[in-house]
């Protein structure tokens, strides 16, 4: 029955598989081998052709993202990664990190060498310790295995690889403000052009890959872009993470191809919580506008998360009961933009600190029907209007609330406050709130 | 406080190892909190010399990160998750209690000075949800009454280890020192996965 | 590269696109909020400054644009789009979208700033109040609490910052970084908390820092010692130009009811762009000085200064120099047209060539080098360099705009910049300058050592180069041999102008030489006179020393040139001509009142030789230019010099025009050997800071507050020698005095030390007698 292609996670259920000898015995750090053989531009097409594609939202095709790397150029070039997994929802990176690092190091080793990058930077948000630990453990481990450092594996590639570590700000994960916080500065998205591959970090042509991303690469290293594309759709290739959170009886991480919908990732988990029904959902995070019970079938690809009216984003598929008050959830939304707006352009820092004060208003019950047309206008001036895409994800959980819930906010207004009980949205609640 | 010349030696190893030495003042601001606990202004002053840049450069950055913290925090730094998933599910509920358990309010921190409280943001645990943090380390799917439970631990000084992380609780301090880049030997503890994660993959080999 | 930097020497490719239905023509690399400027059409923006790198921060400049028939899906900045050939832009004049865009922003931009314009300095002149009226909604929807901040914060003594008003266009942080290379404010905090800020410790005290105030485009920055002084619609603007140094700012004064109220860097892309340094903006107290001297004075019987009348005054004056063998002293703070003036009176008047305009050391080596090797550097030359040679000049103190330019090249380009000078200061450290560190009095083989300049290499020269022998003579052969562009920069704004005006012993107006029969004969001509003197006059210091009866002295201050000058001066009959009392109007016998420069017309040279024209800005009687008062005077000697207008003087010059003949060549001066010290000696190496004990300064504290501490440099070395640690303090002496500061450890050669000239307990000349290129002894204190 199960739809289910467990590739990165493949070995999770092993103990020791953050170690390097537990990735190795399922099979680890060959995939290296085999393209340190091919020319770099040999693996950088394999990827090309297998057509992965970006996991960390955007979804750009990651080998030609690879391809726009100048070639002898004299210059030096990078190769990072984006581990800064923030985006509400989103829990892919950081349990694959946790339970499996050497993938991501392999997958490292192999893109820099398809770049022709020496130096590569893993970089990962500061509020994950262990995880901290468990990759730093990999790479020394990798650097004693003779995986990093000078001609690795004798094949005459060297790579330094520095895992660098965030201190709290969601907008590192944005690509251009990971690497000004790379470089030192504050985390702000950069003027774009130019783009990284021609001028990323230190200005020199530069690679940002998301996690997953990279860890995919040794599997199809491995196992060929004829596996890879039997997977998935027709311009979604391939298999991915999808994480599932709240109100479901089992959440957790799936590896299926793309493709699949929530209905048949609910059938395989165990369904919305018991003696509930879903309300709404993120596809991708809460940047993604959000979805009802209507797109239980949408497959959950690129092109059919987008043609349903939202993105696939992270595959961060957040599952809210009817016991959640969608303005509460909106307004924690938007309070997060707030928080982890950069403050660099207006409509940004000062369009998400007055939306959560018209939001705050509504949800407490306070203004009119017409405060609803002046949020949506309001979104309208900072959708599209600021410098990164961060301000859009602000609006979009808004606005796509308002879409299928209006009445809901209407409701709040009548009542003069919010209709829900908090407690009856609590995972404890049979329990009651001690 | 003087910083030691071993300390110093640490700084320098840290500056290494990057290609331009302005990309370390993230892990070195890390490093003044695993020393002093926050962002001094000797730390700051010390860096900017290190890194030969202006102390308001080093401000300018130091403030932009959540976790450099300006006053000292406990030794157990408590973080719980208020984004709209944790929050819906419990988290509200548990920050509201640990603050009037600890009688602190946000960013507080209890007058013995070992427990601080912040209400944080999403912790890319959402399938542990409510999530707690102390010194960023994982409490997977708490409650009130775990929460309380925990904090208390900490006041006593034996606080309950992580679901997902070391056998025992480091100190803010030490953990600071973890994400400076200086390994404490514990990687190796803990478990590789908790259950969420292993979902998938357990149905996918036809598990219930 | 903007458009003014693209050199005439390249190509320039040219791009056609369509603005609101216009069709414009503009270099390639021009943004399209500067190509839609040349159309007329102003987009509203904040962030945007065309010296400024690009930011895209505030995002008021949204247009729609489309290249080629495919449109962008959403509103782009103006400021950080180049145009294309095929683009067709429409801004808020031609597309719903961009003008509801550009209202968006423009309403969220206000939701947080107060409403406080009419207490605010910016209020009038205010781009934010005036983008809002044109730009913006009538009515704000917003309801909600505006954000406050504890204000103001002084982020130094002389600029202050009201958070809540600022909209984060991140201009002031950006010029700091990028034009002054001075980031001691920074971006702060996220989000809706981002504010401008300092390090507590470490205030914003920049050279520079008045032009973040005039480019805050709200009322965020702004100056203490203007704050609440004035409305701008009650100020009267005269373009204008500064009197303090060499680098030919051009400025703007605001009076107020014949008192200036402020004054701001004007704009001239071939001088300082529109920037200016902190002295310039905020010394102009010393005109309303409370010894500003107001009437004439005559010493009577007694001994004493008494206020006299202009005719009395006149006639006790002209007696005094109508039979005596006299000379002129005229200091830097000459107008070209004063020094003409001077010139002119020393020649005519008294029959002399006994001129000198260098309050200063001075010596005939440097004489001849003025005489015969012109300087032909110019900014746009430091544009194109690719090497800066800096000998004994430190351009951020002595001539800060000189600097802004170089450091300009420096940020853009990496150029290479050598400095030749005892130390590293912190201006050559922000131009990563390449050090060849020399004692004071040993930079001749440094110069010699210099290999590799083109012609597309500058070599910025000091003042301070008289004060090595053999210096400029160095100098003199390394242009000639390698044809790289020579710049001579004094420090202070009247000297270059001094030189055209003849105000030397040995140089008639227009550079003649006072040796060539021909030059004489062209001016006595012009004059209308029948000879003039043939000998070399003497220079300043042979005036002093000399058995001279009389002097008349303009803008001289005897300190600056050697300790026993006043008590020499004192034996002379000196009439002064000042604007405020001094060291010589305590010695003089009649004294006249000179106006200041705000309250007169004229012009200054900058070191290019670029004229700086400028008109009184303060209405008033005093209004006197020191060549009036000479003209009179000559009158009433009965040798008139005909200049009873600055205008005359300027036409006069004017027509003289510039010599053509042959000019003498440089008569080369050797080194001197190095000297020899003991443990406990150093060469003193000295210049003077920016911000000091200069007289134009005087009265304003919220400057002086920024000054850099008086320190004595030593090397590591010479610390260890003396047992001293950073700060504490050494005591360095001579026969004449001692000077006691404390210390900076610093990349100083060790042989020497440097203490600055004229600042607050080190004032040379004053504590040791020497300024430089000497033996001082230094000891622990």
């Known amino acids: ?434 | 406080m003087a910083y030691t010349n071993e300390q110093i030696a640490v700084m320098d190893s840290i500056i290494a190892r990057y290609p331009r030495k302005r990309s370390a003042i993230m892990p070195l601001l890390h490093f003044v909190q695993s020393i002093e606990g926050y962002v001094t202004n000797e730390g700051i002053e010390l860096i900017g010399q290190k890194l030969e840049l202006a102390t308001a450069e080093v401000t300018a950055v130091s403030t932009f990160y959540t976790q450099y913290k300006s006053k000292p925090v406990g030794d157990y730094h408590v973080g719980i998750c208020t984004n709209t998933l944790c929050a819906v599910m419990g988290g509200d509920a548990i920050f509201d209690a640990v603050k009037e358990h600890l009688r602190i309010e946000n960013d507080g921190v209890t007058p013995d000075g070992k427990v601080s409280l912040e209400h944080i943001e999403c912790n890319a645990a959402c399938d542990y949800a409510p999530v707690v943090m102390v010194n960023w380390e994982f409490y997977d799917n708490q409650t009130v009454q775990s929460t309380k439970d925990l904090v208390d631990s900490a006041r006593a000084g034996n606080p309950i280890p992580p679901t997902r992380g070391p056998k025992t609780l480091r100190t803010w301090k030490q953990n600071s020192a973890v994400l400076a880049g200086i390994s404490d030997g514990l990687a190796n503890e803990g478990v590789q996965a908790g259950e969420p994660t292993l979902l998938g993959l357990k149905k996918a080999k036809g598990g219930a | ?781």
């Open chain 1, 1 to 434: 029955m199960s739809k289910l292609t467990p590739v990165l996670s493949a070995n999770w259920d092993q103990a020791d598989s953050f170690t390097i000898e537990g990735y190795k015995r399922s099979g680890g750090y060959t995939a290296v081998g085999k393209a340190l053989a091919m020319k770099p531009d040999e693996v950088i097409q394999m990827v090309k052709d297998s057509g992965l594609r970006g996991r960390g939202g955007a979804g750009f095709p990651t080998g030609n993202k690879w391809g726009f790397i100048p070639q002898g150029d004299n210059k030096e070039h990078y190769f990072v990664v984006n581990a800064d997994e923030s985006e509400p929802g989103t829990c892919k990176d950081t349990p694959l990190m946790m339970a499996n690092p050497h993938v991501l190091i392999e997958g490292v080793i192999i893109g820099s060498y398809a770049i022709r990058a020496n130096y590569a930077f893993i970089y990962i948000r500061g509020e994950v310790t262990h995880v901290v630990r468990r990759v730093q453990q990999a790479i020394a481990d990798a650097y004693k295995a003779g995986l990093l450092g000078k001609n690795i594996l004798g094949k005459g590639f060297d790579l330094e690889l520095v895992l660098h570590v965030g201190a709290g700000a969601y907008i590192c994960g944005e690509e251009t403000a990971l690497l000004d916080s790379l470089e030192g500065f504050r985390g702000q998205p950069r003027l774009r052009p130019p783009f990284p591959a021609i001028a990323g970090l230190y200005a020199k042509p530069t690679v940002v890959n998301n996690v997953e991303s990279v860890a995919s690469v040794p599997a199809i290293i491995n196992n060929g872009v004829a596996w890879f594309t039997a997977m998935g759709t027709e311009k979604s290739k391939g298999f991915t993470l999808y994480s599932l959170s709240g109100h479901v009886n089992n959440p957790g991480q799936f590896e299926a191809p793309l493709g699949i919908t929530l209905r048949q990732l609910l059938e395989i988990s165990g369904g919305i919580r018991s003696g509930h029904k879903l309300k709404f959902w993120t596809p991708g995070g809460s940047s993604t506008p959000i979805f009802t019970d209507a797109h239980l079938d949408v497959p959950l690809d690129y092109e059919g998360v987008s043609a349903a009216g939202s993105m696939l984003g992270t595959k961060a598929l957040q599952i809210f009961d009817e016991t959640t008050c969608v303005v509460r959830a909106v307004l924690r939304w938007t309070e997060f933009y707030k928080h982890e707006s950069c403050g660099k352009c207006t409509p940004c820092r000062e369009g998400t600190w007055w939306l959560v004060q018209v939001l705050k208003d509504l949800e407490a019950g306070k203004g009119s029907a017409a405060d609803l047309d002046k949020l949506l206008d309001l979104c309208d001036n900072i959708m599209g209007r600021s410098f990164c895409a961060l301000a859009d994800g602000a609006a979009s959980p808004i606005i796509s609330s308002l879409q299928y819930f209006r009445q809901e906010y209407l409701d709040h207004l009548s009542a003069g406050s919010c209709p829900f009980d908090p407690a009856a949205a609590t995972l404890f609640e049979s329990a009651g709130v001690r």
């Open chain 3, 1 to 781: 590269m903007s458009i003014q930097e693209l050199s005439s020497e390249q190509k320039v490719e040219l791009i056609t696109c369509v603005i609101d239905g216009f069709e414009v023509t503009v270099p390639k690399g021009t943004l399209v909020i500067r190509a839609a400027e040349k159309l007329g059409i102003q987009i509203p923006r904040f962030c945007d400054h065309p010296l400024l790198e690009p930011a895209g921060a505030c995002r008021q400049c949204l247009v729609d644009i489309e290249i080629n028939g495919r449109a962008f899906p959403k509103p782009q900045a103006s400021c950080t789009i180049p145009v294309e050939n095929g683009m067709i832009v429409k801004t808020q004049l031609t597309s719903a979208v961009a003008d509801k865009a550009q209202k968006g922003v423009m309403e969220l931009l206000l939701i947080n700033h107060p409403l406080d314009c009419p207490v605010c300095d910016k209020g009038g002149e205010c781009p934010l109040q005036n983008q809002a009226m044109s730009n913006g909604r009538g009515e704000s929807r917003f309801e909600g609490a505006k954000r406050t901040f504890e204000k103001p914060v002084a982020i130094s003594s002389q600029v202050l910052l009201d958070r809540e008003r600022c909209v984060l266009c991140a201009r002031c942080t950006r010029f700091s970084e990028q034009i002054a290379g001075d980031p001691f404010i920074t971006l702060n905090e996220r989000g809706a908390l981002q504010q401008v800020g300092i390090y507590e410790d470490e205030p914003f005290n920049s050279y520079y820092s008045g032009n973040t105030v005039q480019i805050c485009p709200v009322g965020a920055l702004t100056g203490t010692s203007y704050r609440f002084r004035a409305r701008p619609f009650d100020l009267v603007s005269t373009e204008s130009a500064c009197e303090h140094c060499a680098s030919g700012c051009a400025m703007r004064t605001d009076v107020r009811r014949g008192k200036t109220l402020r004054r701001l860097a004007g704009e001239d892309p071939s001088v300082n762009e529109e920037w200016n340094c902190d002295k310039g903006r905020w010394a102009f107290k010393y005109e309303v000085a409370k010894n500003r001297i107001t009437t004439p004075l005559i010493r009577d019987s007694n001994g004493q200064l008494r206020e006299a009348s202009w005719p009395e005054a006149l006639a006790v004056a002209a007696a005094g120099l109508k039979e005596a063998r006299a000379g002129v002293l005229v200091g830097g703070r000459a107008t070209v047209e004063d020094a003409y003036g001077y010139s002119k009176f020393a020649r005519v008047t008294l029959g002399s060539n006994n001129i000198d305009f260098r309050a200063r050391v001075q010596t005939q080596e440097e004489l001849d080098f003025l005489t015969s090797t012109p300087s032909t550097a110019a900014y746009s030359d430091i544009d194109k360099a690719d090497h800066v040679l800096l000998i004994n000049f430190e351009p951020e103190d002595e001539s800060p705009i000189v600097f802004l330019r170089i450091y300009k090249q420096v940020h853009k380009r990496s150029i290479k910049v050598t400095s030749i000078a005892a130390l590293s200061s912190r201006g050559s450290e922000k131009l990563n300058a390449n050090l060849i560190k020399s004692a004071a009095g040993n930079e001749v083989a440094a110069i010699n050592s210099i290999t590799g300049l083109t012609n597309k290499s500058v070599v910025l020269v000091g003042e301070r180069a008289a004060e090595t022998v053999g210096a400029l003579s160095a100098v003199a052969n390394l242009i000639q041999k390698t044809g790289a562009k020579l710049g001579w920069i004094p420090r202070r704004a009247g000297e270059v102008g001094a030189i055209t005006a003849g105000a030397l012993p040995n140089l008639l107006p227009g550079k003649r030489p006072i040796t060539d029969a021909a030059a004489r004969v062209d001016l006595s001509t012009a004059w209308s006179v029948d000879s003039l003197p043939t000998a070399q006059g003497m220079d300043t210091q042979e005036m002093i020393n000399s058995d001279l009866q009389a002097l008349v002295i303009g803008g001289v201050d005897p300190m600056d040139i050697s300790a026993d000058a006043k008590v020499k001066l004192s034996k002379k009959f000196i009439v002064s001509l000042e604007i405020r009392q001094s060291d010589i109007t305590e010695i003089a016998s009649v004294v006249f009142p000179v106006a200041a420069v705000v309250e007169k017309s004229g012009s200054f040279m900058d070191w290019q030789g670029k004229v700086r024209k400028f008109e009184a800005a303060v209405e008033q009687s005093l209004n006197r230019s020191d060549v009036r008062i000479l003209s009179i005077l000559a009158d009433e000697i009965g040798k008139p010099i005909n200049l009873p207008t600055v205008k005359s003087a300027r036409a006069e010059l004017e027509s003289l025009g510039a010599w053509d003949g042959a000019s003498p060549s440089m008569k080369s001066v050797a080194g001197t050997e190095v000297k020899s010290l003991s443990n406990d000696e150093a060469i003193l190496t000295s210049w003077r800071n920016l911000l000091d004990k200069g007289s134009l300064q005087d009265g304003e504290e919220n400057l002086a507050g920024t000054a850099r501490a008086s320190v004595a440099v030593i090397s590591k070395f010479r610390a260890n020698n003396l047992g001293v640690r950073e700060s504490d303090l050494v005591r360095v002496s001579n026969s004449y005095g001692a000077v006691t500061l404390p210390c900076v450890i610093g990349d100083i050669d060790d042989s020497s030390i440097w203490l600055p000239r004229n600042s607050i307990n080190s004032q040379l000349i004053r504590n040791l007698g020497v300024v430089g290129n000497s033996v001082v002894k230094v000891a622990k204190a």
